[in-house]
């Protein structure tokens, strides 16, 4: 398959851990490297493709009690099949003003509005507490500098998953 997984994840207990970590080695085409700056660009738009975001929820077994948070939400597919397919409820953000009113338009036309929804908003300043698990496509170098924010505001248990690109000394 296209997919080569991590099939083992971390659920904490809450014991010293501030976060579960839940890193596949998910296969598909790569953002290219560059530099950015992380609040303006956090990389080029690349939607994961349909196969890998149902991969991604799965390893993560999402679920109905499931509150997904996909920072840089992109056209929103992920938050979507969330709410679509796993019953659960969530939110994506991005700062591409085209593509939130698409992911919002999306959500409306496969009628999970109610449980998905799309903002324009810097990754870095979003409020993530609520997840039960996060989900993330972004350049190497933004999702590292990530860290702090997930160690610091997620609760313990909380699924992670990077595509393509891992947290750097995390173990999945």
Same mark, same amino acid.
């Given at each position: 398959?296209?997919?080569?997984?991590?099939?083992?994840?971390?659920?904490?207990?809450?014991?010293?851990?501030?976060?579960?970590?839940?890193?596949?080695?998910?296969?598909?085409?790569?953002?290219?490297?560059?530099?950015?700056?992380?609040?303006?660009?956090?990389?080029?738009?690349?939607?994961?493709?349909?196969?890998?975001?149902?991969?991604?929820?799965?390893?993560?077994?999402?679920?109905?009690?499931?509150?997904?948070?996909?920072?840089?939400?992109?056209?929103?597919?992920?938050?979507?099949?969330?709410?679509?397919?796993?019953?659960?409820?969530?939110?994506?953000?991005?700062?591409?003003?085209?593509?939130?009113?698409?992911?919002?338009?999306?959500?409306?036309?496969?009628?999970?509005?109610?449980?998905?929804?799309?903002?324009?908003?810097?990754?870095?300043?979003? &409020?993530?507490?609520?997840?039960?698990?996060?989900?993330?496509?972004?350049?190497?170098?933004?999702?590292?500098?990530?860290? &702090?924010?997930?160690?610091?505001?997620?609760?313990?248990?909380?699924?992670?998953?990077?595509?393509?690109?891992?947290?750097?000394?995390?173990?999945?």
């Amino acid at each position: 398959s296209s997919m080569s997984l991590a099939q083992t994840f971390l659920r904490t207990s809450g014991r010293g851990a501030r976060a579960a970590c839940l890193l596949g080695a998910l296969l598909a085409a790569a953002a290219p490297a560059q530099d950015v700056q992380p609040s303006k660009n956090a990389g080029p738009y690349v939607p994961s493709p349909q196969s890998v975001v149902s991969d991604m929820l799965r390893l993560a077994d999402v679920g109905a009690e499931d509150f997904v948070i996909d920072l840089g939400s992109g056209d929103g597919r992920i938050v979507i099949t969330a709410a679509k397919v796993f019953g659960a409820r969530g939110f994506g953000v991005d700062i591409n003003e085209k593509l939130v009113k698409e992911a919002n338009e999306a959500a409306r036309a496969q009628g999970v509005a109610d449980r998905a929804s799309f903002t324009i908003q810097d990754l870095f300043k979003t &409020d993530i507490r609520k997840a039960t698990v996060l989900t993330m496509y972004l350049l190497p170098n933004t999702v590292n500098m990530l860290k &702090d924010k997930l160690l610091n505001e997620l609760n313990p248990g909380t699924r992670i998953l990077s595509h393509d690109y891992p947290l750097a000394g995390w173990i999945p």
